[in-house]
């Protein structure tokens, strides 16, 4: 059911991004981990000076000249890691702060503002499975619309190995909520969770340990129905969100803006793992909580409307 991953995926990652780094394809920059701790919950910084020297790649997925060009189609053979089954290929990011982070894209020219499919969502599970170098899991995540942090207007899942020990807050979530076998009250696990603490709108859901494609389908579907739904409350009719996942759970967040106050946040942003492009950006942050960004660039915790979702 899974397509499968190349044969010794973890050294192939590590040999290539090693062989990419050495020949100049892959830039790789070095990034200082800074953890901001709160009441109930903690989220990291990344400072990584040198990509605030990057140019601001990519117009935005929908921006004009979003055409010109697409680094997925094909992806540079110098940092392709294999293909995963018929539809996806694996490549190194370019432009890494963390090592052997890799894309999963669609070996058709696809939008990243189109439906995610049972394949891509396969793809991911797949992708999820084996650790990479010294990390012990990976996160997976996806930047949808113009206020999501998004820069690259092809279809691309990232993949982001995580150091050792590093806790998101959904882990807690899911660790006191796991998942339940489907039963009559809640018979595809449709009720998300959420962090009694964490101030921005989300909507978790813990995974199964062998999820069947019904299992995996329906709890994106109920957790996209809620972010929709939090869109519509909140009169924003862009359809932005952020998607993210481990082997453990699978969470979304509703997006109004793609930074604030120059502040860019995407997919790792939303579990609470920030970058900052300068010192001057960590003091920011420092000073205007993460909450309070998260907040910012998505919505106020909003009102319990479950009842709406009982099929
Ligand atoms: P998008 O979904 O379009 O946008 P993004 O991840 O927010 O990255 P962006 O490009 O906006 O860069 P930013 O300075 O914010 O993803 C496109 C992906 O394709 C990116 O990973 C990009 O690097 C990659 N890419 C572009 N051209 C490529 C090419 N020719 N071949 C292969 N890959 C290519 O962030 C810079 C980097 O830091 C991004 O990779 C970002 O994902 C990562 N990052 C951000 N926050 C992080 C955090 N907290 N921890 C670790 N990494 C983080």
Redesign the pocket.
């Known amino acids: 059911m899974f397509p499968q991953l190349p044969a010794d995926f973890a050294s192939v990652v590590e040999t290539t991004f090693k062989n990419a780094v050495a020949s100049g394809d892959l830039i790789f920059s070095e990034?200082e981990r800074s953890v901001l701790k709160y009441d109930g919950y903690t989220m990291?910084v990344?400072m990584?000076p040198a990509?605030g020297q990057?140019p601001k790649?990519?117009p935005k997925p929908d921006g004009e000249g979003a055409k010109k060009f697409n680094?997925?189609f094909p992806?540079?053979p110098k940092?392709v890691l294999g293909g995963l089954g018929d539809k996806h290929t694996l490549?190194?990011?370019?432009?890494?702060?963390?090592p052997h982070?890799f894309?999963c894209v669609t070996k058709a020219e696809e939008s990243?503002e189109a439906p995610i499919t049972i394949e891509d969502l396969r793809a991911t599970w797949a992708a999820l499975q084996e650790p990479i170098g010294t990390s012990d899991r990976t996160l997976a995540f996806f930047?949808k619309g113009k206020n999501s942090?998004?820069?690259?207007a092809h279809k691309?899942i990232?993949f982001?190995p995580l150091d050792k020990g590093t806790e998101l807050f959904p882990d807690k979530v899911v660790a006191r909520t796991p998942y339940e076998a489907p039963s009559e009250r809640d018979p595809v696990g449709q009720r998300p969770l959420k962090h009694s603490a964490i101030p921005f709108e989300h909507f978790i859901l813990p995974l199964p340990t062998d999820p069947s494609d019904e299992e995996l389908m329906m709890r994106f579907w109920a957790l996209y129905h809620r972010t929709l739904q939090a869109l519509k409350q909140n009169d924003n009719w862009e359809k932005s969100f952020n998607w993210a996942m481990t082997k453990e759970w699978v969470i979304m967040v509703p997006r109004r803006a793609d930074e604030f106050e120059g502040i860019?946040v995407?997919?790792?942003?939303v579990v609470g793992?920030?970058?900052a492009?300068s010192a001057a950006q960590l003091a920011q942050i420092t000073e205007l909580t993460a909450g309070r960004v998260l907040t910012e660039v998505g919505f106020p915790v909003g009102p319990n409307t479950e009842a709406h979702y009982d099929y």
Do not use: Y
Request: glycine share 8%; no cysteine; net charge positive.
């Open positions: 990034s990291e990344r990584a990509l990057k790649s990519a680094p997925f992806p540079d940092l490549v190194l990011n370019k432009f890494a702060i963390v982070h894309l990243q930047n942090g998004a820069s690259q691309h990232q982001l860019s995407n997919g790792t942003g793992l920030l970058l492009k």
